[in-house]
């Protein structure tokens, strides 16, 4: 039995941005990765965090 990913999730102040739900894990972790990289070069990042499961960190 597969199961479908939770995805990556992006919290800002006033939203959360969830995307890549049901994607294979390799492909999560690849999703999730960029993100991380994208944001961490970003100016406004305050109040931004990202969270995926656990067996991705």
Do not use: N
């Amino acid at each position: 039995m597969l199961l479908d990913s939770k995805g990556v999730s992006v919290k800002a102040k006033s939203d959360l941005y969830s995307f890549g739900t049901g994607l294979p894990d390799a492909e999560v972790k690849y999703l999730a990765t960029v993100v991380k990289k994208a944001l961490s070069c970003c100016p406004l990042k305050q109040g931004l965090t990202l969270d995926w499961p656990s067996s991705h960190r």
